[in-house]
């Protein structure tokens, strides 16, 4: 069973990178989504 | 406005549904007389087929245009969208019967339907939860249906007590929907050794819950597409406002489909799953994940970004069809991947479900027809 400790200890693979990268990335997307928005 | 309309019995679509319906009457009485042997391919290993993948599945994901509406409405004050709310709920009422009937179909022996209630494993199982919420959420759905019919009737005493209760019973709703929304992904947390990896994982309820938003806006398109079509003549929205609402909801799908497909990207990584990729069953998981989840999310952004209500209304298609195929995908298709054996629906199977959207279409044909779905009833303009 996992619990949040274990979520946030996580340290094994890239999936900090790929959670970080999907975030920023959902930045531009947004932008790009609202920007004609007005 | 309804009264003005004429009802012919006798038309091409009748003659069709009854001809479909009239068979699977047939195949039901097989069902319910022969045993599930008779008239499907369900075997030991493949319990659950195309009655659940499809009218269980399928069916409550489709089905959360009801609740992403309401909520969007009655909780978040999106008014602009109020044209749209009475046909998703009423789709959303239709969509869980069917999904009801068709549960019954595969289960089998109708009298056990309480049993969840009175005598079940305990209130810890996924499946109890299940039955609980669908059975209340169908209770739910039907009374914010009421005043359709009691508009119809004239009932306006009735129709002003369940008008008070709209917020009461959409804050229910949403919480009703994002618990069994989310459990029918939880039955498949069990499953470690059956599904496939790139299909299981411990976040699945997520992943169902966040799917059948996507798949609820998209059915609320799609719906709402096809039903201004057919009853123009009825519905009193101005094509322009119908393409503005169809904008704003590409919006939301398009955040929502992006959310989608970042969780489960992360679900990848978090489950070490990269190299999986590289055989078939990747292959066929990236169509689902590039091809039904990415494709329209981008063409959702084009869609609102460029203004175009056309390709909207064709992505909200490709979005319920790719959704549809991750319920067959985690409830048959990639289940039981390792066996050599494969399970392929019967003919009646396929047949028995169709015909319970043929129903449902023709059941929302007859209300919408002569009830205030597409349009306000004149005494009560602007009040729901």
């Known amino acids: 069973m996992e619990t949040l400790f274990d979520y946030l200890t996580y340290t094994k693979g890239v999936t900090y990178f790929v959670a970080f990268a999907l975030m920023v990335g959902f930045v531009p997307f947004f932008l790009f989504l609202t920007e004609r928005q007005k | 406005m309804s009264d003005h309309t004429e009802h012919r019995w006798v038309t091409p679509f009748n003659a069709v549904a009854a001809m479909i319906m009239g068979v699977a009457a047939v195949i039901l009485f097989l069902r319910f007389t022969q045993g599930l042997s008779a008239t499907t391919n369900l075997t030991h290993d493949y319990p659950w087929g195309l009655w659940i993948g499809f009218d269980v599945m399928s069916g409550v994901a489709l089905a959360a245009g009801g609740f992403t509406m309401s909520a969007a409405v009655y909780l978040f004050g999106m008014k602009e969208y109020k044209p749209v709310v009475r046909p998703a709920l009423l789709t959303a009422f239709l969509g869980y019967s069917l999904v009801v009937v068709g549960l019954l179909v595969d289960l089998g022996r109708p009298w056990r339907l309480p049993f969840p209630f009175f005598r079940q494993a305990g209130p810890t199982s996924a499946l109890f939860e299940v039955a609980l919420c669908v059975g209340l959420y169908l209770n739910v759905l039907f009374i914010e249906s009421t005043p359709l019919a009691l508009e119809w009737l004239g009932f306006k005493k009735l129709r002003k007590i369940v008008a008070s209760l709209t917020i009461a019973l959409t804050v229910f709703g949403v919480i009703l929907s994002t618990m069994h929304q989310s459990s029918l992904g939880a039955l498949f947390a069990i499953t470690p050794t059956k599904l496939h990896p790139l299909w299981y994982s411990e976040h699945i309820p997520v992943h169902f819950f966040v799917s059948a938003v996507a798949a609820g806006i998209s059915m609320v398109l799609v719906e709402s597409a096809l ?90 298609l490709w979005t319920v069809i790719g959704i549809m195929l991750n319920r067959f995908n985690v409830s048959f298709i990639a289940f039981n991947w390792q066996l050599e054996t494969r399970y392929v629906p019967h003919w009646m199977e396929i047949w028995v479900s169709v015909a319970l959207v043929t129903g449902g279409i023709v059941v929302f044909r007859w209300i919408a027809s002569r009830m205030p779905v597409l349009y306000e009833h004149p005494e009560y303009k602007g009040m729901h």
């Open chain 2, 227 to 316: 039903s201004h079509k057919v009853f123009h003549h009825l519905a009193e929205t101005p094509p322009e406002q119908m393409d503005k609402i169809t904008i704003g909801l590409a919006k939301g799908g398009a955040v929502v489909l992006a959310t989608y497909f970042a969780i489960k990207v992360v679900d990848l990584s978090l489950g070490d799953k990269w190299h999986y990729l590289g055989t078939g069953w990747g292959a066929w998981y990236l169509v689902e994940l590039l091809g039904f989840v990415g494709l329209p999310c981008i063409l959702y952004l084009i869609g609102f970004r460029e203004r175009m209500p056309r390709l909207i209304r064709w992505t909200a």
